[in-house]
């Protein structure tokens, strides 16, 4: 299979990077010299420079021989107009990148009239992310799975004594629980009973939706929990646009910070019942200490990772319940289980674990990538003539970097062991390290499940 990736920003890196692992035959093109040298130096695929649309290079590379286009750079109307030429002239299949929040509405129009199968947008899917865990009832940032039945929550073990120097086989409470990952200085890994957990260790902790709500609840440091009534955002760009409209659905009061005067008007414009202020929201004299403290949620939405952080952090201290930031950098991985902030939410890794569940095809239900890019989390759907069906998991004999972390049967939700066998129709949950993904498709996957090429050329 071969894909043709327009635009080597920080999106289309991270996807060439997964795709790779899909093994997938992966061509870069960016009209930057400086951006092709950085995918040179970091991945093994094909890079070209030029314009992309400048047609004649889409001839060049017989792009009518391309099984897939994404369009990631900066201008959503480029990418619309590269996808769709690459469409007519041959290629298979196009997904495009579509940020602007003026053109959400007509996203449907803008497929079925320009032949363009999916638009991906990473601020609205971000924006998505962070309500969800803002209306959570809890403060530890959680995914679920199965349909809710599973959750997973992270967790700092910081300083605290129930945790810090004990090995997990050791760790009171946990008897139907698992930590399927710790996350160390940025390194996310796969531990056994052995493991010893050390200081501001990221653990991750998987079981039924039940036991991971006690744990939740337990160790969430929250003395009298209370819904998300009122959001403070800082920056009214994209991300912040979206989140603007889906909160105030929700009824939850918002507060904009934006100091660019133009984006302040128009999004006081596009969300009237939302209050905006045009300023400068790193400097607490904007905001009287009264105004802050009402606040039950903060999150750090500008174009700067290093401001969203500080600014995070500070609202934090400042006895905001929930404190978010958004970052798009991944040199701040290894310093971020260092620090107290509630969540954080990257874009391009939300956005490049929805393209590779489309990829995948139905058998993945859900697949989460980790900040370090060393692991995934993935729920998959058994099919009915897998090999490892009916076989022990300690005969299946994994590779080292594969844990099944849950087994969903019917309404049962099972931390297994190495007695517990696979049956037809059951769902997993898996932790798997990327070296590792091929392996854990020949066991888990059907060849036959369908996946983006297959579901588009059909028509599905």
């Known amino acids: 299979m071969r894909a043709l990736i327009v635009g080597g920003g920080k999106l289309g890196m991270r996807l060439a990077r997964a795709l790779v692992e899909e093994s997938v035959e992966i061509t870069v093109l960016d009209n930057d010299p400086r951006v092709i040298q950085k995918v040179n130096n970091e991945l093994d695929v094909l890079t070209?420079?030029?314009?992309?649309?400048?047609?004649?290079?889409?001839?060049e590379l017989d792009i009518h021989n391309y099984d897939l286009i994404i369009g990631t750079v900066t201008s959503d109307e480029s990418n619309v107009l590269?996808?769709?030429?690459?469409?007519?002239?041959g290629c298979k299949s196009a997904i495009a990148r579509i940020r602007n929040p003026e053109y959400h509405s007509q996203i449907r129009l803008i497929k079925e009239e320009l032949d363009i199968d999916y638009v991906i947008n990473p601020e609205r899917a971000a924006a998505m992310a962070i309500e969800k865990y803002l209306l959570k009832q809890y403060s530890l940032m959680s995914d679920e799975f199965a349909g809710g039945k599973v959750k997973l929550v992270e967790f700092n073990v910081g300083q605290e004594k129930e945790f810090v120097n004990k090995k997990l086989m050791d760790l009171d409470n946990f008897d139907n629980l698992l930590i399927a990952a710790i996350s160390r200085r940025g390194y996310t890994f796969i531990p056994d009973g052995n493991t010893?957990?050390?200081?501001?260790?990221?653990?991750?902790?998987?079981?039924?939706?039940?036991?991971?709500?006690?744990?939740?609840?337990?160790?969430?440091?929250?003395?009298?929990?209370?819904?998300t009534k009122s959001v403070m955002i800082l920056g009214g760009g994209k991300l912040g646009d979206y989140l603007c409209s889906?909160?105030?659905?929700?009824?939850?009061?918002?507060?904009?910070?934006e100091k660019d005067h133009d984006k302040a008007v128009s999004l006081k414009?596009?969300?009237?019942?939302?209050?905006?202020?045009?300023?400068?929201?790193?400097?607490?004299?904007?905001?009287?200490?009264?105004?802050?403290?009402?606040?039950?949620?903060?999150?750090?939405?500008?174009?700067?990772?290093?401001t969203n952080i500080l600014m995070a952090l500070s609202m934090k201290e400042e006895g905001i319940t929930k404190s978010v930031a958004k970052i798009s950098r991944v040199n701040f991985i290894n310093v971020l289980d260092r620090l107290n902030l509630d969540a954080t939410f990257n874009p391009s890794f939300i956005t490049a674990s929805l393209i590779l569940?489309?990829?995948?095809?139905?058998d993945a239900l859900a697949i989460s990538l980790m900040y370090d890019g060393n692991m995934e989390v993935a729920e998959i759907q058994l099919d009915d003539d897998l090999e490892v069906l009916d076989t022990s998991l300690a005969d299946l004999s994994?590779?080292?970097?594969?844990?099944?972390?849950?087994?969903?049967?019917?309404?049962?939700?099972?931390?297994?062991?190495?007695?517990?066998?696979?049956?037809?129709?059951?769902?997993?949950?898996?932790?798997?390290?990327?070296?590792?993904?091929?392996?854990?498709?020949?066991?888990?996957?059907?060849?036959?499940?369908?996946?983006?090429?297959?579901?588009?050329?059909?028509?599905?």
């Open 398 to 460: 994994l590779p080292k970097g594969i844990l099944i972390a849950v087994i969903v049967r019917g309404q049962d939700v099972i931390i297994p062991n190495g007695r517990s066998c696979l049956r037809k129709g059951d769902r997993i949950i898996v932790f798997c390290k990327h070296e590792n993904v091929h392996a854990m498709k020949e066991y888990f996957y059907n060849s036959e499940s369908g996946g983006l090429f297959n579901e588009l050329w059909s028509g599905v």
């Open 82 to 89: 590269i996808t769709s030429i690459a469409k007519k002239l």
């Open 246 to 257: 889906l909160l105030l659905e929700d009824n939850i009061d918002v507060l904009v910070i």
């Open 357 to 362: 569940k489309l990829i995948r095809g139905k």
């Open 48 to 59: 070209v420079l030029g314009n992309a649309l400048d047609f004649n290079i889409l001839r």
């Open 269 to 306: 414009e596009r969300h009237p019942d939302a209050v905006v202020i045009h300023g400068d929201g790193t400097d607490f004299n904007v905001l009287e200490e009264e105004v802050i403290k009402s606040y039950d949620a903060f999150i750090g939405a500008t174009g700067i990772d290093e």
């Open 196 to 227: 010893q957990l050390k200081e501001n260790d990221v653990i991750l902790v998987i079981g039924a939706r039940k036991n991971i709500d006690a744990f939740d609840r337990d160790h969430s440091k929250v003395t009298a929990v209370k819904p």
